[in-house]
């Protein structure tokens, strides 16, 4: 599966947002990659961290990102991708 646009957040200059992303099933593999683009000028540059995976009760998951933008100069708005891979259940 291609990857596909799970959210947009614009982020201060050097701040960090976390996202809380759920709903996967127990058999989903997810990792997330970031697109960024500068608000004011060219420059985008930040970080993604894929953090805690929690499991629910009811055998879904879900996921905390971190996202820092690492400029001090201008704020940038970054678009979070997803890639679910489905093991299979048999």
């Known amino acids: 599966m291609a ?3 799970v959210g947009s ?3 201060a200059p050097n701040s960090t947002v976390q996202m809380f992303i759920h709903g996967y099933s127990a058999f ?3 990792n997330f990659s970031l697109t960024v683009f500068g608000r004011l000028g060219n420059q985008a540059d930040a970080t993604l961290v894929q953090g805690e995976k929690i499991q629910h009760v009811d055998l879904t998951q879900a996921y905390l990102l971190s996202i820092t933008n690492n400029l001090s100069s201008d704020t940038c708005r970054a678009f979070v991708l997803q890639n679910v891979e489905t093991a299979p259940t048999s």
């Open 3 to 5: 990857a596909q646009v």
């Open 28 to 30: 989903d593999v997810v």
């Open 9 to 11: 957040i614009d982020i």
